[in-house]
């Protein structure tokens, strides 16, 4: 049982360089999130999916896109990365998007560092 | 906006029991969340409160106050293995807001 993943582990970019952390979960959750989490500040939201076909627009997503294709895959993807990206992002599932108990699973994270 | 405030950092013996308190403003509630994060792992689930009062989980205790916006955790019976970062979350329009977590340092 696989969970939640995330890849890569960890990653070193050149700024102004593309970059897409993948994210897949495998208990048909409904709803996914990007977080980043800095020193401090503790989780920020960037992006989020309700359901497969949707996505919003978290507390930070300037810089970030997301889509999501199917209920699986909820990739993130830097366009032009700059240093002030230098983070450590996590991706969660939960079961519904619009519940109250709307308690998350969280991947292991991918540290990235932009130069 | 989102305003989570949470103590940065609580040292504790071993066998003791600390208490982390969380206050917030939020624009909507539907619930409050308390997640432990090892260093260097991903957020793991410790509670949920929704009504005012006291969950109680095993050596874990979260309790809630909606008219005060004020929650605590409660951790007894100090493990080292309870040492870990503690956030409080809240389940504000259907999303997360985090605060910024409390390091708690158990010591022997």
């Known amino acids: 049982i696989a969970g939640i993943t995330q890849a890569p582990t960890s990653q070193i970019l050149a700024a102004g360089r593309r970059m897409t952390l993948r994210c897949t979960q495998d208990m048909r959750h409904n709803a996914m999130y990007w977080y980043r989490q800095d020193l401090g500040l503790g989780l920020r939201l960037i992006h989020y999916s309700n359901t497969a076909g949707t996505t919003g627009k978290g507390e930070v997503p300037d810089g970030y896109s997301v889509s999501r294709a199917n209920t699986d895959d909820f990739p993130l993807t830097l366009a032009s990365a700059v240093p002030s990206q230098t983070s450590v992002y996590f991706c969660?599932?939960?079961?519904?998007?619009?519940?109250?108990?709307?308690?998350?699973?969280f991947g292991p994270g991918t540290r990235l560092t932009v130069l | 906006g989102q305003n989570i405030d949470q103590p940065t950092e609580m040292t504790a013996t071993e066998g003791a029991i600390v208490q982390i308190n969380c206050t917030y403003q939020t624009s909507g509630f539907n619930g409050l969340f308390w997640y432990q994060q090892h260093a260097g792992e991903a957020p793991t689930f410790l509670s949920y409160n929704v009504l005012d009062g006291l969950e109680e989980k095993g050596r874990f205790s979260s309790f809630l106050s909606r008219s005060k916006g004020y929650s605590y955790l409660l951790l007894k019976e100090l493990q080292m293995k309870d040492s870990a970062s503690y956030l409080c979350?809240?389940?504000?329009?259907?999303?997360?807001?985090f605060g910024a977590g409390t390091t708690v340092t158990v010591r022997a």
């Open positions: 969660a599932s939960s079961p519904s998007g619009t519940s109250g108990y709307n308690e998350q699973f």
């Open positions: 979350a809240v389940n504000d329009d259907y999303k997360l807001s």
